[in-house]
């Protein structure tokens, strides 16, 4: 199983960004499927997660500003992120569990400054 993330780069505040992760070996429809980010000297943290059952679980700095979505036909991730801010400068990790195991991005990197 690979993710493959990509999409991060530099963004002034209030912009915009549209993170992917393509999934190779595991089927991302049928999967649980999340955002991390991270930060430097810091935990790793929940962005928004899809879950298997139904659902979804969202960070309250995420609330109203990052959406999480997926594409079947090509077994892809996204996550929109809207109305960005400094504070969201960090490595965004994809994350997948088929319900047997847990499969991780190599990170992408989002910088917000002016």
């Known amino acids: 199983v690979q993710l493959q993330a990509s999409g991060g780069g530099w963004v002034q505040p209030g912009g915009s960004l549209r993170l992917s992760c393509a999934a190779t070996?595991?089927?991302?429809?049928?999967?649980?499927v999340g955002w991390y980010r991270q930060v430097p000297g810091q935990e790793r943290q929940l962005v928004t997660r899809i879950r298997r059952g139904g659902g979804s679980v969202t960070a309250n700095f995420a609330t109203g500003r990052f959406t999480i979505s997926r594409d079947s036909a090509k077994n892809t991730m996204y996550l929109q992120m809207n109305r960005l801010k400094p504070e969201d400068t960090a490595v965004y990790y994809c994350?997948?569990?088929?319900?047997?195991?847990?499969?991780w991005g190599r990170g992408t990197l989002v910088t917000v400054s002016s």
């Open positions: 070996g595991t089927t991302l429809s049928v999967n649980e």
């Open positions: 994350n997948t569990d088929d319900g047997t195991s847990d499969y």
